[in-house]
């Protein structure tokens, strides 16, 4: 395992990244543990359902959009959102109100 303080992240991610390849990294914010960087290699994101979880659960958090998590699961835009639906995460965000603001906007400009 090998230890590596947040400034040190800051000035050189990629070297962090690559030496997550080879071990675990813990990121170090002064004298405590703040984070631990793991690599994912195919072999992990292969497994029977990893990539989809990862992915749905990304675009569920506003880590990534649609599109990207779709490409992460490794399925079409169209299926992944079959999978969200049934999995009962909304695909698109936002209230009653926000889209009766967009649809009065879409209103003015094709008018």
């Given at each position: 395992?090998h230890a590596v303080q947040v400034r040190?992240?800051?000035?050189?991610?990629?070297?962090?990244?690559?030496?997550?390849?080879?071990?675990?990294?813990?990121?170090?914010?002064?004298?405590?543990?703040?984070?631990?960087?793991?690599?994912?290699?195919?072999?992990?994101?292969?497994?029977?359902?990893?990539?989809?979880?990862?992915?749905?659960?990304?675009?569920?958090?506003?880590?990534?959009?649609?599109?990207?998590?779709?490409?992460?699961?490794?399925?079409?835009?169209?299926?992944?959102?079959?999978?969200?639906?049934?999995?009962?995460?909304?695909?698109?965000?936002?209230?009653?109100?926000?889209?009766?603001?967009?649809?009065?906007?879409?209103?003015t400009w094709l008018k």
């Open positions: 395992m040190e992240l800051k000035n050189n991610p990629s070297q962090a990244l690559r030496k997550a390849e080879l071990e675990m990294v813990v990121v170090m914010n002064r004298d405590s543990p703040t984070a631990l960087l793991l690599n994912f290699d195919e072999s992990m994101l292969n497994k029977a359902g990893v990539s989809v979880a990862l992915a749905t659960a990304l675009f569920r958090d506003g880590g990534l959009s649609l599109a990207r998590a779709a490409k992460v699961a490794g399925l079409p835009m169209v299926n992944f959102m079959q999978h969200l639906s049934r999995s009962g995460i909304p695909i698109v965000q936002g209230t009653a109100a926000d889209a009766e603001k967009d649809m009065e906007t879409l209103e």
